[in-house]
């Protein structure tokens, strides 16, 4: 069964102040929201989010590679609520920045399920299995074509924003460790929603 359609319009994104906080309690929070994306002269496209992941540098030792990513650490210390695209294994992943200035912190999301514009998904990224649309980081950014001209854009729009969902009850949330890491393995700062099939078949660090 799908997920419900929430109201995609525009006014309704939420405010880059939602980011000016712990992006812990971002990326849980994320989970039910939709993923909007506005193709310039072209359709709407929407996901629901179904995993994320937290980076909060202060007191997360996985952020030792910054200092090893070009425009990372100014990026990622900048205002809340902005885009930042980071690459691995040369395909680059969507965060969103978090805290006040000055701190280098933010979420990743890297999984969700379609909710509007399928068929120009499958365009973007024609794919087999359905599954393979969107359920990974690297997936969901061909799929939605979520484009480097958004890099440093605020996430409120027009042109990619998110919207609330219907909430995801905390019965219904797994978290487990992050993704491809080696340092900060024993933080539990990876969000999914539980048996939902999009989730990422990536398996968490340590595993």
Not at 21 to 41: I, N, S, T, Y
Not at 73 to 86: E, K, N, S, T, V
Not at 154 to 180: H, K, M, Q, S, W
């Amino acid at each position: 069964m799908s997920a419900p359609l929430p109201d995609l319009d525009p006014a309704r994104a939420l405010d880059v102040s939602f980011f000016d906080r712990d992006p812990v309690e971002v990326a849980r929070e994320l989970l039910g929201m939709a993923l909007v994306r506005q193709l310039p002269g072209g359709p709407r496209l929407a996901a629901r989010i179904v995993e994320t992941e937290a980076y909060d540098c202060p007191r997360d030792p996985s952020c030792h590679v910054i200092a090893r990513l070009p425009g990372a650490a100014q990026a990622l210390g900048g205002a809340p609520g902005r885009i930042y695209f980071h690459a691995v294994y040369q395909h680059a992943l969507l965060n969103v920045v978090c805290r006040e200035s000055g701190v280098q912190a933010a979420i990743l999301i890297r999984a969700a399920e379609p909710l509007l514009g399928e068929d120009t998904m499958r365009e973007l990224r024609p794919v087999k299995r359905r599954l393979d649309l969107t359920n990974g980081p690297a997936k969901l950014m061909t799929a939605l074509s979520i484009t480097p001209d958004l890099n440093g854009q605020r996430a409120d729009g027009p042109e990619l924003y998110f919207v609330p969902g219907e909430p995801v009850p905390d019965a219904e949330v797994t978290t487990t460790p992050r993704i491809g890491l080696r340092l900060g393995t024993d933080l539990p700062w990876r969000f999914l929603v539980r048996g939902n099939p999009w989730v990422s078949p990536g398996r968490p660090a340590g595993a």
